[in-house]
């Protein structure tokens, strides 16, 4: 029980944008002689899951606290320990290993990968919390190991990425989940449960707004990086480029090369709501008419403002029906319809960060609270029954799914409610808002196929996906590569 399988992604078919379209497991995975497969070591209930936690500075930092103070909870509390702690500024490493003495400790995440594969360390699941444009590899390298993965919002950083992780997540079978962390919270789930139960009436379109701006990232000639951080690894599958001056830990947000912009950074936070109320991830068929507008196009840094609308179809929806409206805000911009709204009620629904439209009336909401209008309406709703788990943390949830994963309890007990099937939809609508922007004209989406269409469909087939650093990509032989 000292070696990982390697499960070998083969058969890679490149069609609409390189989205993989086939992704099967090799029928020569080494097993033990009870013929278990060696990507999963059995845990007990009372033996503690050994979590590797890569990017450990910042909100990294933060996102491994949640999890080990979520499993501490009374009185279920869950056995994990910190088996391995990576990070490309040795300075954050340092300080991320403070109390972990017997952490093994990594700058280079493929290291880590090798070390698990070769039987060195054993690991029983991983959490990512890297910048967006290492998201994909370092998830990747996780599932093509046989590891359950956790992963930092958004999914990945390009729109094929998020479609090749959900085929390796499909193919690896683990347990999987999106760092959205609100979308454990109870105020989520019962939103989620007044729309699915009719309190407003049929959806017509939803509002999403968040007033910070990731924006206006430049380029700084001539600057050192800080002597704890590796420049190089930091980069990752991306074209090395010069150091831009305090790009890390966190702004790196404001570049296209290594992030999205607000919309990148918090759309998979806000406009998660609804999509997970009107059920978007399950619906076959679904379609997108995308526009963009927002401040003058730069080729480096993401905008200081930016609107966008999707005009969803789907296979089961009446073809009479008009599309249902998805709309995003950011960077002091908000819905016409809530500045509507607050004027004619003399409130200031801006405190909100999500307004539903129904046939009855309308529903704002934020993390922590929601408000039906008109007034008489919502003395008429009922709270309906709760349909949906409340579990003790997103970070929990997961962690509860691997253990029952590694105790082979039944399927149920150990799936999430964003796992990658999920969280990839979610990834690719909010990264084709960006793809549209960008394109500067609109553009049609399927989300089965990955198609793209429309008048910006040119630049926007390019804008899906990005040039990988050599060696770096997400073909078979480049992950077969790092982790030898």
Known sequence: MNRRRFIQFAGFSLVAGSFVTSCRTSTQARTRSDGVPIAKYRRERDQSLRLAFIG???????????????????????FVSVAALCDVDLGMLDAAALGLPNARRY???????????????????????????????????????????????????????????????????VPTQMGTQIHAGSNYRTV???????????????????????CCGAETPGALPPETLDWDL????????AYIKDVAPANWRRYWKYGNGTLGDMACHILDLPF???????????????????SPLDAVGCPAALEVSWALTWNSRPA????????????????????ELSAKDKQDYGRFNTLFQGSKGFLFANYGEYLIIPRALASEVTVPPPTLSRP?????????????????LPKGSSQTSSDFQYASRLTELVLTGTVAYRAQAPITYDFDT???????????????????????????????AMTR
């Open 320 to 339: 009479a029906n008009d599309p249902l409206i998805l709309r995003w805000f950011d960077g002091g911009r908000i819905s016409p319809t809530v500045q």
């Open 276 to 294: 997970w109320a009107l059920d978007l991830a399950g619906h076959t068929g679904l379609r997108a008419e995308i526009r963009a507008d927002g």
């Open 107 to 173: 700058r280079d995440f493929r290291q880590l990968f090798r070390e698990m594969q070769a039987g060195s360390i054993e690991v029983d699941a991983v959490m990512i919390s890297t910048p967006d444009h290492t998201h994909a590899i370092a998830t990747a390298l996780a599932l093509a190991c046989g590891v359950p993965v956790y992963c930092e919002k958004p999914l990945t950083h390009t729109v094929s990425e998020a479609r090749t992780i959900a085929a390796m997540a499909r193919a690896a079978g």
């Open 450 to 480: 990955g198609a793209v269409g429309g008048a910006g469909a040119a630049k926007a087939s390019d804008l899906l996906m990005r040039a990988s650093r050599a060696g770096w990509s997400l073909s078979q032989g480049d992950l077969t």
């Open 192 to 214: 989620v449960e007044l729309i699915r139960s009719g309190a407003i009436g049929e959806v017509s379109f939803a509002d999403c707004w968040d007033g910070r701006s990731w």
């Open 234 to 241: 930091w980069q990752g599958p991306t074209p090395l480029g």
């Open 56 to 78: 450990v500075g910042g909100r990294g930092l933060e996102s491994m606290n949640e999890l080990l103070g979520q499993c501490a909870v009374a009185p279920d509390p869950q």
């Open 392 to 408: 003790a943390g997103h970070q929990r949830e997961w962690v509860d799914s691997v253990r029952a994963w590694t105790m082979d």
